[in-house]
């Protein structure tokens, strides 16, 4: 009962005008974003960081979601059109969404899309509901050991099982931590790694390094992506709503893709692209018309899109019940709470309540402006997409200048920001993946204050983190997840190594 | 005669995929990233186990990321795998137009920047003629003056030194 009236209480909030009117406008410019092939939801994000400094906190939460979800649901419109997935998350809809385009029914893949991220965020937001509040109850007893532990398998998680090689992936995260130590330190108030700086004096800002990395990492490469324009598709709006056969279909890969979505986004490390191509390969299995995938089956595209929308609702969960960030994007919502002074914790639900149910009321209104927004408005995102690319990229990098150039008024931000666009750019060319950077240098500072609660308390005994149960369970976990990621990495490079022995 | 054979030798080496083991360049950039961090903690003071110094976890994350570092050299170096082709075009461009935007803020202030910055990124575009990237860049000066300046009313200069 107690979650219904918190909810109740949430969606008198979520429902206030003004928050409404930032989780349209989050939504709306999330999926004008996620359109964009190419460019994925972290740079959505990292675009819009910079306005919501002038909001609430619940609405900067609700406007960060909106656009998070919008990214993701507009990446899902790029992968249908044009077979080009516009988020990472969206590839899955490609196998069924494109030859469904191709047989000229986009419209109705797109329309079911749109019900399948509806459904799937729906599931995702009840999840949310029952779930937060029994993990931060748990997380209440937590002590600085503990949280070390949690954040120490919150980062090996997030980059070790992320894609590419784990080797690098938990390079990249560990020199995240290190650019998170840069600036005075809070304990000591001696200056560290700031050469003298005075800009740097309070760190790095969070909103450089999310729009280097992300913001133009990806642009640089979308440049040459995109360089060949869009093929034309007509919507045939007279063949736009699924017949009652397609409806039927939908409805159990809809629930069943909500279900793993949400088991799977609430996991960190894991995120929708997991999710998204789990629930698509047990959909395949469980379907008597398994011949029919990757054909144009209805039921391939709202598994994956019911999934991913359900993962990208319970990514929440770990984020603003224990701290620790399962993806990047959630590592910028993080920043974003700091930045309003908020401390995302098990004391989140407790000191804040009205901005958590507000939030998770928010997903519901959310999900029904984005059904709302985009079933009229698909012809406009179909039009976007024809717009050459040449005209949109010198636009989108002059919002990222603006963006950066608006924290501080501050043009040092802007030389920042393009080494980080650079180094962004490298790490995409040398095969490092950019995401667990940002959940390092997120992290980084939270993980050393413990670390140094938990020696302090401990008398100066590191194998406290072993003795105590909570944390000794994660670090072997975490130790566990490290051998697997590390083994598995080993069994792909063998087999593809003996396999390119057999070719020639 | 295959196109192969009609190629020049400097077309062939533009056509070579990158090999991965390129990715040790990473590798060896991180290795000195861990070193200034670890020699800059030990400068700061590693304090005792009780009570961690400024710079203890600097050195520890330091150490950590030189091991990793190390095994990634070694990794990439093994690997001849066709790796993604740069384009130091798209590069250069849009490292030039953050150039252009932080001098010409400074100077004159953010219209002039929006217009320098939206000209500078699309000059690698050979499709969109000079005349095509000049009305380009005053339209998107056009649109973000009366969105960022007009519309949202950010505390941004206009215009400067004029």
Same mark, same amino acid.
């Given at each position: 009962?107690?979650i ?9 909030i979520?429902?206030q ?13 999330g999926?004008?974003?996620?359109v964009l092939?190419?460019?994925?939801s972290?740079?959505?994000?990292s675009?819009i960081?910079p ?7 619940t609405?900067a939460l609700?406007?960060?979601?909106g ?9 899902? *419109?790029? %992968?249908i059109?044009?077979?080009i997935? #516009?988020?990472p998350?969206?590839? $899955?809809t490609?196998?069924?969404g /494109? +030859?469904?385009?191709?047989?000229g029914?986009?419209g109705?893949?797109l329309f ?6 509806f459904?799937?965020g729906?599931?995702g ?7 937060a ?9 937590f ?15 997030a980059s070790?099982?992320?894609?590419g090689?784990?080797?690098?992936g938990?390079?990249t ?9 840069i ?6 108030g001696?200056?560290r790694?700031?050469m003298?700086?005075?800009e740097?004096?309070d760190g790095v ?14 642009l *640089?490469? %979308?440049?040459?992506?995109n360089?060949? #324009?869009?093929p034309?598709?007509? $919507?045939d709006?007279?063949?736009? /709503? +699924? ?7 939908m409805f ?8 793993i979505?949400?088991?799977f986004g609430?996991?960190?490390?894991t995120?929708?692209?997991?999710a998204s191509?789990?629930?698509y390969a ?8 398994r011949?029919?995938?990757?054909k144009g ?7 994956p ?10 990514a929440?969960i770990?984020?603003?019940?224990l701290?620790?960030?399962g ?5 910028l919502?993080?920043?974003a709470l ?7 914790g098990?004391?989140?639900l ?5 901005l958590f149910w507000?939030?998770v009321a928010?997903?519901l209104?959310g ?5 709302v927004l985009?079933?009229p408005? $698909?012809?406009?995102w179909?039009r976007?997409l024809?717009i050459p690319?040449k005209?949109?990229?010198p636009?989108?990098?002059?919002l990222i200048c603006?963006?950066v150039y608006?924290?501080n008024?501050?043009v040092f931000?802007?030389w ?7 180094a962004?750019?490298l790490m ?6 950019p995401?667990?950077l940002?959940?390092g240098?997120?992290?980084g500072?939270?993980m050393?204050?413990?670390l ?11 194998t406290v983190?072993?003795t105590r149960?909570?944390s ?28 390119a022995r057999?070719?020639? | ?9 400097r077309?062939l080496e533009?056509a070579?995929a990158?090999?991965a083991?390129l990715?040790?360049?990473g ?6 990233l ?7 903690g030990?400068g ?6 009780r009570?961690?110094g400024t ?6 994350t330091?150490c950590a ?5 190390v095994?990634i ?10 790796a ?6 798209s ?6 137009a ?9 100077w004159?202030?953010?219209i002039?920047?929006v217009f320098a910055?939206?000209?500078v990124?699309?000059l690698?575009?050979?499709?969109l ?7 380009l860049?005053?339209?998107?000066s056009?649109?973000?003056w009366g969105?960022?300046i007009g ?6 200069q206009a215009?400067?030194?004029?």
């Amino acid at each position: 009962m107690d979650i219904l009236s918190n909810f109740g209480d949430g969606l008198l909030i979520a429902l206030q005008p003004y928050n409404l009117l930032y989780c349209f406008i989050g939504v709306f410019l999330g999926t004008f974003i996620g359109v964009l092939p190419g460019i994925g939801s972290m740079a959505a994000i990292s675009m819009i960081l910079p306005l919501t400094f002038y909001l609430e906190p619940t609405s900067a939460l609700v406007m960060i979601a909106g656009v998070y979800y919008g990214a993701e649901y507009g990446g899902s *419109i790029a %992968s249908i059109l044009m077979n080009i997935p #516009g988020t990472p998350s969206s590839s $899955i809809t490609c196998i069924d969404g /494109y +030859p469904m385009a191709r047989d000229g029914r986009a419209g109705v893949a797109l329309f079911a899309s749109a019900i399948a991220s509806f459904g799937g965020g729906i599931i995702g937001m009840v999840v949310m509901a029952l779930l937060a509040p029994v993990l931060a109850a748990l997380a209440l007893n937590f002590g600085p050991t503990e949280y070390f532990a949690v954040i120490l398998l919150g980062l090996v998680a997030a980059s070790a099982v992320s894609n590419g090689s784990p080797v690098k992936g938990v390079a990249t995260v560990v020199a995240g931590l290190m650019l998170g130590t840069i600036g005075v330190d809070i304990t000591t108030g001696a200056e560290r790694f700031t050469m003298g700086i005075p800009e740097l004096r309070d760190g790095v800002n969070l909103v450089i390094v999310a729009m280097g990395l992300f913001g133009v990492g990806e642009l *640089i490469v %979308s440049i040459r992506a995109n360089s060949g #324009g869009a093929p034309k598709n007509r $919507i045939d709006y007279a063949n736009f /709503y +699924p017949n009652r056969a397609e409806w039927k279909a939908m409805f159990g890969p809809i629930l069943r893709g909500g279900g793993i979505g949400s088991f799977f986004g609430a996991l960190p490390g894991t995120g929708q692209t997991v999710a998204s191509a789990i629930a698509y390969a047990v959909e395949k299995k469980l379907s008597p018309n398994r011949g029919r995938f990757g054909k144009g089956a209805i039921e391939g595209v709202a598994v994956p899109e019911s999934a991913n929308n359900s993962a990208t609702q319970t990514a929440f969960i770990p984020t603003l019940t224990l701290g620790v960030p399962g993806s990047a994007s959630m590592a910028l919502v993080i920043g974003a709470l700091m930045i309003h002074g908020v401390t995302p914790g098990p004391r989140l639900l407790i000191d804040h309540a009205d901005l958590f149910w507000g939030l998770v009321a928010s997903f519901l209104v959310g999900n029904l402006l984005l059904l709302v927004l985009n079933i009229p408005m $698909i012809g406009l995102w179909v039009r976007l997409l024809q717009i050459p690319y040449k005209y949109m990229y010198p636009t989108i990098i002059v919002l990222i200048c603006i963006g950066v150039y608006s924290v501080n008024n501050n043009v040092f931000d802007i030389w920042l920001t393009l080494a980080f666009g650079w180094a962004g750019y490298l790490m995409r060319l040398f095969r490092f993946e950019p995401a667990p950077l940002l959940i390092g240098f997120v992290l980084g500072p939270m993980m050393e204050e413990q670390l140094r609660r938990a020696m302090l308390l401990s008398r100066g005994d590191p194998t406290v983190f072993l003795t105590r149960p909570i944390s000794g369970v994660l670090i072997m976990i975490t130790a566990a997840l490290l051998v697997y990621s590390f083994g598995a990495a080993l069994k792909s490079r063998r087999h593809a190594r003996q396999s390119a022995r057999l070719t020639h | 005669m295959s196109n192969l054979q009609r190629q020049s030798p400097r077309d062939l080496e533009a056509a070579r995929a990158p090999r991965a083991w390129l990715g040790a360049l990473g590798g060896v950039g991180l290795l000195a990233l861990s070193l200034v961090f670890i020699w800059g903690g030990i400068g700061l003071g590693l304090g005792a186990p009780r009570r961690l110094g400024t710079g203890a976890f600097p050195v520890i994350t330091g150490c950590a990321l030189a091991a990793l570092s190390v095994a990634i050299i070694v990794i990439d170096l093994r690997d001849t795998s066709a790796a993604e082709r740069p384009d130091w075009m798209s590069f250069a461009a849009i490292g030039a137009a953050l150039a252009a935007f932080a001098i010409v803020a400074d100077w004159f202030g953010l219209i002039p920047a929006v217009f320098a910055t939206t000209v500078v990124a699309s000059l690698p575009d050979p499709t969109l003629p000079i005349l095509g990237k000049l009305i380009l860049g005053l339209v998107v000066s056009l649109g973000c003056w009366g969105l960022f300046i007009g519309l949202l009313d950010l505390p941004l200069q206009a215009f400067k030194g004029f």
